[in-house]
């Protein structure tokens, strides 16, 4: 009865944080096509601009949760090789797709058909990695395999330091980036 | 067609809720990844439930034996949980926000792929289903998307998800730029 019960907590919380950021990423505009594809030609950097937002400000509260012991972090294993790949693969995807997995799961919600067309294609490519996991696993994984580093315990450089310099960073590149959009080219937001 | 905002800064004066700054839905999705973190300890992610419902999808294709047995499956089941109806909501929480904004509108073939590629649907649903099968093949393989390893592993400065950060915008600025360069009257092929 109670495991029942935590499971349908869990199960609304889900639907409830799903919903949060479903509509953080329509109102962000990272729904749309014509941004993310902009975004990767350097035309419009709104997508940019939400990711190091969220980076920075997520970063920041959730390093403060960790520390007062209220989360844990869950970091990815850094098998660098399958990581480098991978990213590579998915910056090509994503550019001739025009959405990102999260993305595209929104767009659909905004009345975006492509995007569920994508979208049965990510179900396909997840079935092709999923019948050639064992040979990943054997031979691409464990290449350049770090484990699950983290950035201050690679460089020996504090938390807290990484975050001042993407702070300051983020706010540089906003201001270049807002600097331009208003004087150089005025169609920065061509489409 | 998406029809709107032409210019964000007059919309976001406009119409209150619909022009929220990129900058705002980041900070936005900052402060809602603390919240994951601290009510479900979880960071927010994508593909791994996208993975457990392709499982579903795949069984009777592949057969309820042929899923159960695969290694990958084993380790991310087809079952209802947190994360997949987290995408649920995500697909919700665009939808509800498009339709409060009006922006909801059913789009085939966006602007910046007209413009290149010409008005066919054909064509562009078969980009769109090609690209999401190499977008989610990279995701898995690298072990994130723009969710997971973006956002939620970047502010938690893992090393894997900085490296899939730059290897992605990396990988789709050089993309964009081959599929999207200028082309003189004579349509080439794409890619």
Redesign the interface.
Same mark, same amino acid.
């Given at each position: 009865m109670i495991i029942i019960a935590i499971g349908l907590t869990?199960?609304a919380?889900?639907?409830?944080? $799903?919903?949060? /950021?479903? #509509?953080?990423?329509?109102?962000?505009?990272?729904? @749309?096509?014509?941004v993310i594809? =902009?975004q990767?030609?350097?035309r419009d950097f &709104?997508?940019l +601009?939400?990711?190091? *937002? !969220?980076?920075?400000?997520?970063?920041i509260?959730?390093l403060l949760? %960790?520390r007062a012991g209220? &989360?844990?972090?869950?970091? +990815? @294993?850094? =098998?660098?090789l399958?990581? !480098?790949?991978? !990213?590579?693969?998915?910056?090509?995807?994503?550019?001739?797709?025009?959405y990102?997995?999260? &993305? $595209?799961?929104?767009?659909?919600? &905004?009345? *975006?058909?492509?995007?569920l067309?994508? !979208?049965? $294609?990510?179900?396909? $490519?997840?079935?092709?990695?999923?019948?050639s996991? @064992?040979w990943? %696993?054997a031979n691409?994984l464990p290449i350049w395999a770090?484990g +699950?580093?983290?950035?201050?315990d690679?460089t020996g450089i504090p938390?807290a330091a #990484?975050f001042l310099a993407l702070t300051i960073m983020a706010i540089a590149l /906003?201001a270049v980036i807002e600097h331009r959009s208003r004087t150089g080219s005025q169609r920065s @937001?061509a489409? | 067609m998406v029809s709107h905002a032409p210019d964000i800064r007059h919309a976001s004066r406009l119409t209150l809720p619909a022009g929220w700054t990129p900058y705002l839905a980041g900070a936005g999705i900052g402060v809602l990844s603390w919240i994951v973190f601290g009510v479900v300890n979880m960071p927010i992610g994508i593909t791994t439930a996208l993975s457990q419902l392709a499982g579903g999808v795949a069984i009777p294709i592949l057969g309820a034996d042929a899923v159960a047995s695969n290694s990958y499956w084993a380790k991310n089941p087809f079952i209802l949980d947190y994360g997949t109806v987290f995408l649920g909501g995500t697909l919700l929480g665009a939808f509800a926000s498009a339709l409060i904004s009006r922006r909801f509108a059913f789009e085939s073939v966006p602007t910046v792929w007209s413009d290149r590629f010409g008005p066919s649907i054909a064509k562009r649903y078969a980009a769109a289903f090609l690209g999401g099968i190499v977008a989610m093949f990279g995701a898995r393989l690298a072990g994130g998307c723009t969710s997971g390893h973006g956002i939620s592993g970047g502010l938690q400065l893992a090393l894997s998800s900085w490296v899939f950060l730059v290897v992605m915008f990396a990988s789709g600025i050089a993309m964009a730029r081959l599929m999207f360069r200028p082309v003189q009257r004579s349509s080439r092929r794409m890619s």
């Amino acid at each position: 009865m109670i495991i029942i019960a935590i499971g349908l907590t869990l199960l609304a919380f889900g639907v409830l944080f $799903g919903f949060a /950021f479903g #509509w953080l990423l329509h109102r962000g505009r990272v729904t @749309d096509y014509n941004v993310i594809v =902009n975004q990767f030609l350097l035309r419009d950097f &709104t997508v940019l +601009k939400v990711m190091l *937002s !969220a980076i920075v400000v997520g970063g920041i509260g959730v390093l403060l949760l %960790q520390r007062a012991g209220l &989360t844990s972090y869950h970091i +990815k @294993d850094a =098998n660098l090789l399958g990581v !480098a790949i991978g !990213a590579c693969l998915f910056g090509i995807g994503m550019v001739v797709y025009g959405y990102c997995p999260g &993305t $595209g799961l929104a767009a659909i919600g &905004t009345g *975006s058909l492509h995007a569920l067309v994508g !979208a049965v $294609g990510m179900i396909v $490519g997840a079935v092709l990695y999923a019948l050639s996991f @064992d040979w990943i %696993q054997a031979n691409i994984l464990p290449i350049w395999a770090l484990g +699950k580093v983290r950035l201050p315990d690679l460089t020996g450089i504090p938390d807290a330091a #990484w975050f001042l310099a993407l702070t300051i960073m983020a706010i540089a590149l /906003f201001a270049v980036i807002e600097h331009r959009s208003r004087t150089g080219s005025q169609r920065s @937001d061509a489409r | 067609m998406v029809s709107h905002a032409p210019d964000i800064r007059h919309a976001s004066r406009l119409t209150l809720p619909a022009g929220w700054t990129p900058y705002l839905a980041g900070a936005g999705i900052g402060v809602l990844s603390w919240i994951v973190f601290g009510v479900v300890n979880m960071p927010i992610g994508i593909t791994t439930a996208l993975s457990q419902l392709a499982g579903g999808v795949a069984i009777p294709i592949l057969g309820a034996d042929a899923v159960a047995s695969n290694s990958y499956w084993a380790k991310n089941p087809f079952i209802l949980d947190y994360g997949t109806v987290f995408l649920g909501g995500t697909l919700l929480g665009a939808f509800a926000s498009a339709l409060i904004s009006r922006r909801f509108a059913f789009e085939s073939v966006p602007t910046v792929w007209s413009d290149r590629f010409g008005p066919s649907i054909a064509k562009r649903y078969a980009a769109a289903f090609l690209g999401g099968i190499v977008a989610m093949f990279g995701a898995r393989l690298a072990g994130g998307c723009t969710s997971g390893h973006g956002i939620s592993g970047g502010l938690q400065l893992a090393l894997s998800s900085w490296v899939f950060l730059v290897v992605m915008f990396a990988s789709g600025i050089a993309m964009a730029r081959l599929m999207f360069r200028p082309v003189q009257r004579s349509s080439r092929r794409m890619s």
